[in-house]
């Protein structure tokens, strides 16, 4: 979504496309692509053939947009995520056998956390998250470990994804406290009714600046003992960082 003013140069223009088609669950028409990225169709629909041409876009059968294969695999190489990544994986697939839950690789990306990578499997419950993903951060735990580190944590009414999503900034500050305090973030049914979640801050080199990462289980309410998993939860994150200062 653009803030309502169409980017100007070609290059941002084609990279709002690419953003629209990547923040899409599903593939997306020409007017869904032109209304949330405020660029004119005929605009819109020539800076599509050409990203469809290079590959970085591909068309479906039915005329629709989607990312495509070579974004893919230039994404896969940057080299921070790939590395951070790659670190993390070993400790994801310990929580996950311990867990049998979804486990999240998750990092900030301004008001929201993005997740790396996702391990799930058949006994973990379903839930919307994927790799490459990205929900608001006040509504997860992932994104309450980041915010309860960062000075510029959100002071203004938040949007509500369920009927339990702190969106008053008392609210929220209260339960950030409480984040610091324990160590982890809980999010109880604020992005997704009746899944919650807890994460663990992973930091580079220390708890001298704020975390780099964070790594969640998300789970049923039902099935989600925050005290017993956040343990687990938080040795993971503690053997990771050491890896990382390493």
């Known amino acids: 979504m653009t803030d309502g003013q169409a980017p100007k ?3 941002a223009r084609g990279a709002a496309l690419l953003r ?3 923040d899409s669950e599903g593939a997306l028409s020409l007017a869904e692509l032109a209304l949330r ?4 169709k005929p605009t819109a629909h020539r800076l599509l053939g050409e990203l469809v041409r290079l590959e970085l876009v591909e068309r479906t059968p039915d005329g629709r947009y989607r990312i495509g294969l070579a974004l893919f ?14 670190a993390a994986l070993p400790y994801l697939g310990d929580l996950h056998g311990e867990t049998h839950e979804n486990v999240h690789l998750a990092v900030p990306d301004g008001p929201d956390t993005l997740f790396l990578e996702k391990i799930t499997g058949r006994r973990a419950t379903p839930i919307v998250s994927r790799a490459g993903g990205r929900l608001p951060a006040h509504c997860t735990a992932t994104g309450k470990v980041f915010l309860a580190h960062d000075p510029r944590a959100p002071h203004l009414a938040l ?4 009927p339990r999503t702190l969106v008053l900034p008392g609210q929220l500050a ?3 406290a409480a984040t610091r305090v324990r160590g982890y973030g809980v999010n109880l049914e604020e992005a997704e009714v009746g899944i919650s979640a807890v994460a663990a801050p992973v930091y580079e080199s220390g ?15 039902r099935r989600l003992d925050v005290d017993r998993v956040g343990a687990r939860v938080c040795a993971a994150a503690r053997a990771l960082t050491r890896a990382l200062s390493a």
Do not use: F, N
């Not at 990225?37 to 004119?40: M, N, R, V």
């Open 9 to 11: 140069s070609v290059l």
């Open 20 to 22: 629209a088609c990547g």
């Open 37 to 40: 990225t405020g660029l004119p």
């Open 73 to 86: 695999v230039i994404g896969q190489s940057a080299p921070s995520a790939r590395e951070l990544r790659d």
């Open 159 to 162: 949007p509500r994804l369920t």
């Open 174 to 176: 209260r339960d950030l």
């Open 207 to 221: 708890r001298g600046a704020g975390p780099v990462a964070a790594i969640s289980v998300t789970a049923g309410t």
